[in-house]
Nanobody
Framework: VQLQASGGGLVQAGESLRLSCAAS????????MGWYRQAPGKQRELVAQ???????DYADSVKGRFTISRDNAKNTVYLQMNSLKSEDTAVYYC???????????WGKGTQVTVSS
């Protein structure tokens, strides 16, 4: 399974970005898909995740600003990021978990930079 992320970039505080991540290499629906981020000098942390049935989970720091969604038919997950803050600056990693294999998969990171 390969995860291909896109949509990062440089924005100003208060603006929005949308990240996308498409899974390929499997015909099975990825059970859990989500986004993690890692800022310089910090540990990787969960931003948001969504199950194949639509159950979502968010980090407290992004609740009310970020929305995760997915298209099971395309095995694609999206992260709509609104009201971005400088503290959202990080490399964002797409994550997928396929229950059938008991495997975690990671995409290459995409940089999100928010200037204040």
């Amino acid at each position: 399974v390969q995860l291909q992320a896109s949509g990062g970039g440089l924005v100003q505080a208060g603006e929005s970005l949308r990240l996308s991540c498409a899974a390929s290499g499997t015909t099975f629906i990825i059970n859990l898909m989500g986004w993690y981020r890692q800022a310089p000098g910090k540990q990787r942390e969960l931003v948001a995740q969504i199950s194949s049935t639509g159950v979502t989970d968010y980090a407290d720091s992004v609740k009310g600003r970020f929305t995760i969604s997915r298209d099971n038919a395309k095995n694609t997950v999206y992260l709509q990021m609104n009201s971005l803050k400088s503290e959202d600056t990080a490399v964002y990693y797409c994550h997928g978990y396929l229950l059938l294999e008991g495997m975690d998969y990671w995409g290459k990171g995409t940089q999100v930079t928010v200037s204040s």
